[in-house]
C-alpha cells in the first residue's frame, strides 16, 4: 500500500516543486494548528490565579499577550490553509488532466494484440476511474491529509512534554485506533479488489451493449441486457455491502471514542488536579488536545480508508500505464522520409502464442510500382503477413525491409507515413466527413478532398448531404452505408498519397457497378506504388502483378492469375469454385 501511494505522488511530475511547497505548508500549518489550546490552556491558567497587587506581577500574570498571540497563530493558520486548499486544487486538477492525456497516449501505443484481448469499454474506465482516484488522493493529501499525519507526531510529543500522565490516556487512543484500522485493512482488502472487478464487468457490459445497439434491438434483446446488466449491478452492491460495513463500525468506534476520552481526560485530571499534579489550564488543554487528536485521527482513517477504496482502480490504471509496447521504435531509428517501395520479406515468421505459427518462412519481394495479391483461406495467413509490413507487430524471426532498410530500424511514424491502408472494416471517427478524410493529411485543401472523394467514388453522396464534407458520419460511420463507409476509407488512403498501399478486401461492402468504377480508380491510383490486395474474391485481382497463396501460413503457390490457372493446383481449385458459382448465379438471374 505504502508503495502504491509513493507511486501515485511520484506521478505529479513536473508539479513535484510545488507540491514540495505545499508540504512545507503543511508542515508549518500542523505546528500552528496547536498554539490555540496551548495558549487556550495558558490562558485559564493566567484568570485562574489570584491577581497580585504589584504592576510588574501584573503585567506577567496578563492574559493579553497570549491572546494576542493566538490572534496571530489564527490568523497565520487561516491564511495559509487558504494558500494550501487553494494550491491543492490546482494542482491536482492540472496533474489529473495531464496524467489522463498521458495514459490516452500510452495506450494508443500498445499493440493491436493487447486491444485485442482488453475490452475498450474496461479501459475507458480504468482511465477515467484511475485519474479520478489520483485527483481525489492528491487533493486529499494536501489539503489535510498530510497535516494530519504530521499532526499526530507534534500532538504525541508535545502532549507527552506537558503533562505525559495525561498524554498516557492520548496514546492508548491511538493504538486502539491503529488495531483497529489494520483490523478493518485486512479484513477488507480482497472484498474491495473483487468491487473493483465487478465495476469492469459493468462498464464493458455496458459498453457492449451499447456499441451493439441495432444488434439488441433487432434480436429483441433489451430486456434480456437491461437484467443481465442488473445482475452484474446486483453482485457488484453484494460484494460492495461488507467493505462498507467494516468501515462504518470504525466511523461508529471513531465517534464513541470522542466522547469516552474526553471523560476519561476530566476524569484523571481531577484526580491529578486534586494531587497539585496539574492545572485546570492543562486539563482544558488536554480535552482540546483529545478533540483534536480524533479529529486527526478521523482525518488519518479517512486518508487510510481512500487509499485503500482506491487502491483497486490505482492498481489497475498503474497495471495499464506500465504495459510496455511490444512494437516500438528503437534507441537509433530513423526517419526515412519518402520511400520507393521496394518491400522484402525474408524467410519471416510469427506466432501469435508462440506455439503455433501464424506465418511461417513467409519470403517474396515486391518491385515499387507491383500490385500483389495475398488469397487464402480464413486464418492462412494473408492479414497477419501485410500487418507485420506496418509493424502491427514485430516477426519472432526474418527480416521485412523497405527500400533495404529493416522496418524494425526505421521510426514508427516515419514508417506508416509511408503505408496507406484500407481495412476491411471501415474505421470511422464520429467526426464530420472532412476530418476522417484529413486523418489521411490533415492539412489537406478542401480542393484536396474532393479529388480524392471523386477519385474514390465517393463525391456524389457527399454532395447529396445537406452538409457537404461537414456531415457527420455518425458513431463508427453508422449514418453512413457500409458502401459509403468503404469509399471514404479508400479516399482517406487516395489523401495520404503513400508510396506503399494495403487494400484488406477494400471493395467487400461495395455493390457490382460502384466496384467497378472504384477498381477503375484504384488501377490509375496504384500505378507507381507497391500495392497489397488481400481478396478473397478473385476476380478482384486478375490484373494483379503477381499473386500469393497462403495455405497454413506458409506462400505454397506465386505468379500470376493464368499461371497459377494453368499451374491447376489449390488456387486453380479456388478459382475454378468461385467462377462456377458466379456463373450459376447469372444462369438463375437468366432464367
Request: charged share 20%.
Amino acid at each position: 500500500m505504502i508503495k502504491l501511494y509513493i507511486r501515485v505522488l511520484d506521478l505529479l511530475g513536473k508539479e513535484k516543486r510545488l507540491a514540495w511547497l505545499l508540504a512545507v505548508a503543511n508542515l508549518l500549518l500542523a505546528g500552528a494548528q496547536f498554539a490555540e489550546p496551548v495558549l487556550f490552556g495558558r490562558i485559564i491558567d493566567v484568570l485562574t490565579r489570584t491577581p497580585s497587587p504589584g504592576p510588574a506581577e501584573a503585567t506577567a500574570t496578563s492574559p493579553w499577550p497570549l491572546l494576542g498571540a493566538w490572534v496571530g497563530f489564527g490568523l497565520f493558520t487561516i491564511l495559509c490553509g487558504a494558500i494550501v486548499a487553494l494550491h491543492a486544487d490546482r494542482l491536482a486538477h492540472r496533474q489529473r488532466q495531464a496524467v489522463l492525456t498521458d495514459y490516452f497516449e500510452h495506450i494508443m501505443q500498445l499493440p493491436l494484440t493487447f486491444h485485442t484481448g482488453t475490452h475498450s469499454g474496461r479501459l475507458m474506465k480504468v482511465m477515467l476511474a484511475g485519474t479520478d482516484a489520483l485527483w481525489r488522493v492528491w487533493l486529499g493529501f494536501f489539503r489535510e491529509h498530510f497535516a494530519s499525519i504530521v499532526s499526530l507526531f507534534i500532538l504525541l510529543p508535545l502532549s507527552v512534554y506537558l503533562n505525559w500522565r495525561l498524554a498516557a490516556l492520548l496514546m492508548i487512543l491511538c493504538v486502539v485506533f491503529t488495531i483497529l484500522t489494520t483490523l478493518v485493512v485486512r479484513k477488507t482488502s480482497g472484498m474491495q479488489t473483487e468491487v473493483e472487478e465487478h465495476y469492469g464487468d459493468l462498464s464493458a457490459r455496458a459498453s457492449d451493449s451499447l456499441s451493439n445497439v441495432a444488434l439488441v434491438q433487432s434480436f429483441t434483446r433489451i430486456e434480456a441486457e437491461v437484467s443481465s446488466l442488473r445482475g452484474v449491478s446486483g453482485q457488484l452492491l453484494a460484494a460492495q455491502m461488507p467493505v462498507l460495513s467494516w468501515w462504518a463500525i470504525v466511523s461508529v468506534m471513531t465517534r464513541a471514542s470522542t466522547t469516552i476520552t474526553v471523560l476519561a481526560i476530566f476524569t484523571v485530571g481531577i484526580a491529578l488536579h486534586q494531587q497539585g499534579l496539574t492545572t485546570v489550564g492543562e486539563i482544558v488543554m488536554f480535552v482540546s488536545f483529545a478533540t483534536m487528536l480524533i479529529q486527526r485521527l478521523e482525518q488519518v482513517v479517512a486518508f487510510i480508508n481512500s487509499v485503500f477504496m482506491e487502491a483497486p482502480r490505482l492498481r489497475e490504471f498503474m497495471n495499464v500505464l506500465d504495459a510496455v509496447p511490444a512494437v516500438r521504435d528503437r534507441i537509433d531509428a530513423i526517419d526515412p522520409g519518402r520511400v520507393q517501395g521496394l518491400v522484402e520479406f525474408k524467410d519471416v515468421s510469427f506466432s501469435y502464442d508462440g506455439k503455433r505459427p501464424a506465418i511461417a518462412d513467409v519470403s517474396f519481394t515486391a518491385t515499387p510500382g507491383q500490385t500483389i495479391a495475398l488469397v487464402g483461406s480464413t486464418g492462412a495467413g494473408k492479414s497477419t503477413a501485410i500487418a507485420l509490413l506496418h509493424r502491427a507487430f514485430d516477426p519472432q524471426s526474418g527480416i521485412i525491409s523497405i527500400d533495404g532498410m529493416d522496418v524494425r530500424a526505421l521510426t514508427l511514424s516515419g514508417l506508416r507515413r509511408n503505408i496507406g491502408v484500407v481495412f476491411q472494416e471501415a474505421l470511422l471517427f464520429n467526426r464530420s466527413i472532412a476530418e476522417n478524410l484529413r486523418v489521411g493529411k490533415p492539412d489537406a485543401t478542401d480542393e484536396e478532398l474532393r479529388v480524392a472523394a471523386e477519385r474514390a467514388q465517393a463525391l456524389d453522396f457527399i454532395t447529396r448531404s445537406d452538409h457537404g464534407f461537414d456531415t457527420n458520419a455518425g458513431e463508427r460511420g453508422r449514418m453512413l452505408s457500409g458502401g459509403e463507409r468503404q469509399r471514404l476509407s479508400i479516399a482517406r488512403a487516395l489523401l495520404k498519397d503513400p508510396p506503399i498501399l494495403i487494400l484488406d478486401e477494400a471493395t467487400s461492402a461495395l455493390d457490382a457497378v460502384t466496384e467497378a468504377k472504384l477498381n477503375l480508380a484504384l488501377d490509375e491510383v496504384m500505378k507507381g506504388r507497391t500495392t497489397f490486395v488481400i481478396a478473397h474474391r478473385l476476380s478482384t485481382i486478375r490484373d494483379a502483378t503477381r499473386i500469393l497463396v497462403f495455405e497454413h501460413g506458409r506462400v505454397t503457390e506465386a505468379g500470376t492469375f493464368d499461371e497459377l490457372v494453368a499451374k491447376g493446383g489449390y488456387f486453380a481449385k479456388l478459382a475454378e469454385a468461385q467462377f462456377m458459382v458466379q456463373e450459376q448465379a447469372k444462369a438463375e438471374a437468366g432464367m
